[in-house]
């Protein structure tokens, strides 16, 4: 038994019609993306937004919080129950620090604002877009001092999305990380060993084919398909967890530069290895879900990039590739390790390779900072943005849509999401160095097509916890330290300078 302490159990037996108003939105959210008829967009957010005030009331209601008060005070918790407390504790301070009509606010505006983003990319004119985002801007910074900070006020907005992340953590992961893949992307595209194009990326395939070779792929990484998960097709890729038995992911079939398709299918993957690992016993509680989104991008990073774009997990994949993909019968496993591998400065985030991928975010990461405390204008947030693409990456957008208006976030009023793709980066890299101490025959394995391993590591160090132990205490009880970009560095050496 996981839970023992009575006041304890009685909060998750409480608690348990939150976990299922989770279940029916997320199951609601997951069918919106994928098989829901296209009008019936309206009833499902005014569902939606019925369930998250209803949420919303039960996490206040006073019956809940006094059994929190009364959880709190208990003595001998054990670590699960503690992580209830925890969690749940968290989940009232946010629900109760930022005044209801600031949340209705922020659902309008952001509701208002993504809609004229998406105009205003497609028209390529930022003016249509700037008074939302001033809105945004100006709505966040309220926000943050609702919810309180110490030294920065972006500390709050970070929180949010990643617990207990602040300021000078990313302050110090970027300046580590910026000069370091600056020289590593300099040395790379002076040596000419990674390409920067490849010809296979213009070549067209037949959706259902690669559908097939997506579902040999998972096969081989153990998905269990049909039993506890799905593969379905969604506009973005995603993952989303019913529950510990029911997750499904999505990838999409654009028809041509089939890795897309693959690595975010194996992208997806790590996402959904994470949900399924988690200890059963936690099933329906507080803590039975992925702790953070920067220990989930981790998760998925590591299938992606450690593994997806390794050279052996390449080979042990092209006789499925040469199978379904007529095209590439001229091609051997290296050629197509180079195709998965291009590096090159280029201007839109989702694109970028896994070495220039984090200057992406640095630059966000750094925009969204200064915009918060009035250090830039939304004015100039187009010109800052070029120039900053310029100085960091070496390339410079022709427009708007393919510089500031790229990204949906910032339109739907997420200030403070960003930098967690970075920490999925960092904690990919530092899980294959501790990985590589336990297991030095890792990159055998991946050859040989034999991933249980991996995933029991993965497990025993970070899935089976769930939420139990916050960001933070969970990498310092698997790896003795907290987000550390040194390994990042040091794998992107290892890889590409070797
Ligand atoms: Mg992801």
Redesign the pocket.
Known sequence: MVFQNPVVKELVEKLRIIWALNHASALMGWDAETYMPKEGIKERALAQSEIAILKQKIILSPEIKKLVEKAEKQEDLNDYEKGVVRVVKRDIEKASKIPPEIIAEHARISQEATQYWRIAKEKNDFTIFKPYLEKIVELARKIADYLGWEEHPYDALLDLFEEGLRTRDVDRIFNYLEPRIRKILEKIMSSGRYPAEHELEKIKYDPDKLREVNIKILELLGFPLGSRARLDVSAHPFTQSMGIKDVRITTRYEGFDFKRSILSVV?EFG?ALYQLQIDERLMATPIGDGVSLGI??GQ?RFWENIVGRSKEFVEAVTPILKQYLGFLKDYDAEDIYYYFNTVRPSLIRTEADEVTYNLHILLRAKLEKQLLVGEIKVDELPEIWNQYMEELIGVRPRNYSEGVLQDIHWSMGTIGYFPTYTL?NLVAAQMRHYLLNDMPDLYEKILNKDYKPIQEWQKEKIHKWGSTYAPKELLRKAFGEEYEPKYFIEYLEWKYLR
């Open positions: 992208h996402h989930h991008e998925s999925g």
